[in-house]
């Protein structure tokens, strides 16, 4: 047998396999109560309104053009829909600042392509996404941890990167609801990381995945909104914004987006010219379709059953879980992080969770670029109701305590 090992690239020894997808196998078990996959519930998608906008384009003159080769910048009138639709929350840009990706995850692999040479630093925080990590890695960067709570300077930032060989360029995170925690960047963080921006000359990766999902607190504007009204417009920043429709709409479609400055979106668009010409054109149509008909309502349906999700995940981790773990009380989106004591291994305690409990979740030490952390384990609510959320962390809460006592 060939031995391939010697012919790949040496990239290709970064590239692992995503613990989540592996676990999204188990979402076809029916006896386990999964917290795993971070996916929206598909009893929610507007499955008619998708109906009706596939059946008006295939009754219609437009269905010529909806199967054929389009432009690689997207489908015009939905990047005109994105354009109205992030002006709401301070995004002021034109239809020319939006570029249509497959999915957000195109966009995090064409930008990590775009920015990062072997062996220059991505900041990201600790922990962080772990699609992004994965985005990333093919380009051989180095990863430095992304603090907006201490005292490093831009100096230490740029300090450890020249040791490791390259430059400092970008910071990645996700300022609303992030994945995997559930937390959100305060004002005041969002600011002062455009302020090390500023000090390190580099590009900021707004993540904005779960934008619209938020239940409760007080909005705040995304980092590129805080950027264009310091700056004076969107031609001024250096913040990138990417969003999706796969946690509102549909993730099957296969339909993201990036917002930026004219220069970064000239050089995507040679990139997907290189990659694969254009995001799906049917698909796109069908997203603008359903959007522009009806997006604000299948928000508005979404949140009202995932704000009560999460509720119960809290009220159920107040109630079963030990004293000595803790957990974060996200305001939007779809996952609880759980911290446990010091010592507990989550992939550990996830082998003998499906064994016994038949409960799953994602263990924590894949979020981190160093590979530490191990006490920790992220848990979704989207896809489970909430008497099956009740249960599911009764049986985990038993299985952590039993743990525990016999640590000790």
């Not at 008006?56 to 690689?72: E, K």
């Not at 700056?231 to 990036?258: D, M, Q, W």
């Not at 979106?265 to 522009?292: F, G, P, W, Y």
Request: net charge neutral.
């Amino acid at each position: 047998m060939l031995d391939w090992e010697h012919i790949f690239a040496t990239r290709s020894g970064r590239m692992r396999a995503s613990e989540i997808r592996e676990l999204l196998k188990l979402l076809d078990q029916p006896d386990i109560i999964s917290f795993a996959g971070g996916i929206p519930d598909p009893a929610l998608f507007p499955d008619a309104a998708f109906k009706d906008a596939y059946s008006d384009i295939f009754s219609s003159a437009q269905v010529g053009s909806a199967l054929q080769y389009s432009v690689s910048e997207g489908y015009k009138p939905l990047r005109e829909w994105i354009a109205r639709d992030v002006a709401k929350i301070g995004i002021d840009c034109t239809p020319d600042n939006v570029f249509i990706t497959s999915g957000s995850q195109q966009a995090l692999d064409y930008l990590g392509k775009l920015f990062l040479s072997p062996k220059d630093t991505a900041l990201v925080t600790w922990p962080t996404y772990l699609g992004a990590l994965s985005a990333f890695n093919a380009y051989e960067p180095n990863y430095d941890q992304l603090s907006l709570n201490g005292n490093r300077t831009p100096g230490a930032y740029r300090d450890t990167a020249a040791k490791a060989g390259g430059a400092v360029k970008f910071a990645y995170l996700s300022a609303d609801f992030s994945n995997p925690t559930g937390e959100t960047i305060e004002l005041a963080g969002r600011e002062k990381l455009l302020a090390l921006a500023d000090e390190l000359d580099i590009a900021i990766l707004e993540d904005a995945a779960y934008q619209h999902l938020r239940y409760d607190g007080q909005a705040i504007p995304p980092i590129m909104a805080l950027d264009i009204a310091r700056n004076g417009g969107i031609e001024n920043t250096r913040t990138i914004y990417c969003g999706s429709f796969s946690k509102t709409l549909a993730p099957g479609l296969r339909v993201g987006f990036v917002v930026a400055a004219m220069p970064v979106i000239r050089k995507l668009v040679l990139m997907k010219q290189a990659a694969d010409l254009h995001s799906s054109t049917i698909n796109q149509i069908a997203i603008e379709h359903v959007a522009s008909r009806g997006f604000d309502a299948q928000v508005a349906k979404i949140k009202a059953v995932y704000s009560k999700r999460r509720d119960a995940m809290l009220a159920a981790l107040d109630k079963y879980m030990p004293k000595n773990t803790t957990w974060t009380r996200p305001e939007g989106g779809m996952f609880v992080w759980v911290t446990l004591p010091e010592g507990m291994d989550g992939a550990e305690l996830l082998a003998k969770s499906i064994a016994t409990e038949k409960v799953a979740f994602v263990p924590g030490k894949a979020f981190y670029a160093d590979g530490r952390n191990a006490n920790t384990l992220r848990m979704s609510f989207s896809c489970a109701d909430e008497a099956m959320i009740d249960e599911g962390i009764k049986r985990l809460g038993r299985l952590i305590s039993n743990a525990i006592r016999a640590a000790a």
